[in-house]
């Protein structure tokens, strides 16, 4: 039987059986997968620690090549992310990435774009100390997650006219199209019936996300405002296209 190694992010854990317990992965190669962990409820365990929600992790799993339950036979910590099951704000905000992961995409699907803003998005979270930023890496990835399963919004210029929104607007306001999935100039709003509207500088802030790597994401400062206008926009547009309730977002928003 092929034996795998890949790098993954602990997702979630299920008991089964007496002694066993299912984890739920996301990893590099292969995407989300699930294994099952002999004896992993044992404290004795091999496993022991290892099968916790959000670690980046090494593992080595066997199976057939199109089974949907894998053999884990090791995992060890790439980075063990030990400080967000100890903070609820931070726990909570993991808890919603876990879900957009599995909203977002099927079993077997890899796609290396999403497991790299996930696995920025929790290393990130894991460090930050700051609790008014959290919000912002969630904000963040979200964009980062929605353009890496094919819902990349049009910040860069109008969604409408596709003239570039500097040019063919005003500095004072601008505005999201949800539908259309991009900000829309001044001279098109009119037209937008569904447009939530922002500040000039909040949709240029927008912009800038979408040409910021996860790794330069801390130096971007989103002042409260931007936060507020932004945020709304984003879930609009993440619940117009994943047409899936995220539930957890009540334990923080
Ligand atoms: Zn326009």
Known sequence: MP???DEAI???HINFAEADRIVSFFSKKRGILKAIAKGGR???SRFAGRL???HHVEIVYFGKENTTLFNLNSVEFG???KNIASDLEKYSRACYLTEMIASGLREGDANLPAFEAANAAFEWLDGETSPTALDWIVRFFDLKFLASIGYRPTLDVCVSCRKPLLQNGGDTE?????SKGGLVC???RPKSKSALVMSA???KFMGRIATTAFDKANRLKPSARMMQEISRSIIAFRNSRLQATIKSERFFA
């Open 3 to 5: 034996v795998f190694r």
């Open 10 to 12: 602990t997702l979630r």
């Open 42 to 44: 044992k404290l004795k």
């Open 52 to 54: 916790e929600p959000f």
């Open 79 to 81: 980075n063990a992310r």
């Open 174 to 178: 601008a505005a999201f199209d949800v």
């Open 186 to 188: 001044p001279a098109c």
């Open 201 to 203: 500088g909040s949709a």
